[in-house]
T-cell receptor, first 110, second 115 residues
Framework: AQRVTQPEKLLSVFKGAPVELKCNYS??????LFWYVQYSRQRLQLLLR??SRESIKGFTADLNKGETSFHLKKPFAQEEDSAMYYC????????????FGTGTKLQVIP | EPEVTQTPSHQVTQMGQEVILRCVPI?????FYWYRQILGQKVEFLVS????????KSEIFDDQFSVERPDGSNFTLKIRSTKLEDSAMYFC?????????????FGPGTRLTVT
């Protein structure tokens, strides 16, 4: 069974502080890992995917297969980063369902 | 930029009634999905649809649920006889279907309230 675990429901940090949103997964095989973000009153949107190895809005995430983790990091939080963040996975190969974690609400305190 | 749209944004219905939730995926997309999120819980996969048939469905997607692509643009989710526990946010998503970097584009959701 595939599962995504986000241990923190809420993470509060001060503006300018580093951010790390934790994500662990369980999947037999090689999954695709994603981070989705949902800003207030907006739709879910893809933030980044592990396969692209990119940095979006200053966020990065490294896939650690040994620890089955895909933590999201940003060195300096901005107020506009406040949102719900969902870690997610799907099977390799493209068009499979996405399994989401329960989400972490990031609150950046000015 | 093209977006997935969903109507209505909020639907209130009585237990036992049928509801149809509508989605218009991005026009050149080929793969379609429904997810739901019960308040306070995670987003859960319901069903995926490709080439006019269901490609995968979850345990949640029982005989009370059905999906249809009645024309070239709409993608609908029907709940035949709603229950209180069907109250949730329902999200539609679509994927283009070409290229290596597939991405599921989500609609804004329909909030279904069953009373």
């Amino acid at each position: 069974a595939q599962r995504v675990t986000q241990p923190e429901k809420l993470l509060s940090v001060f503006k300018g502080a580093p951010v790390e949103l934790k994500c662990n997964y369980s999947y037999s095989g090689s999954p695709e890992l994603f981070w989705y973000v949902q800003y207030s009153r907006q739709r879910l949107q893809l933030l980044l995917r592990h396969i692209s190895r990119e940095s979006i809005k200053g966020f990065t995430a490294d896939l650690n297969k040994g620890e089955t983790s895909f933590h999201l990091k940003k060195p300096f939080a901005q107020e506009e980063d406040s949102a719900m963040y969902y870690c997610a996975l799907s099977g390799a190969g493209g068009y499979q369902k996405v399994t989401f974690g329960t989400g972490t609400k990031l609150q950046v305190i000015p | 930029e093209p977006e997935v749209t969903q109507t209505p944004s909020h639907q209130v219905t009585q237990m036992g009634q049928e509801v149809i939730l509508r989605c218009v995926p991005i026009s050149n997309h080929l793969y379609f999905y429904w997810y739901r999120q019960i308040l306070g819980q995670k987003v859960e996969f319901l069903v995926s649809f490709y080439n006019n048939e269901i490609s995968e469905k979850s345990e949640i997607f029982d005989d009370q649920f059905s999906v249809e692509r009645p024309d070239g643009s709409n993608f609908t989710l029907k709940i035949r006889s709603t229950k209180l526990e069907d109250s949730a946010m329902y999200f539609c998503a679509s994927i283009e279907g070409s290229g290596a970097l597939y991405e599921q584009y989500f609609g804004p959701g329909t909030r279904l309230t069953v009373t």
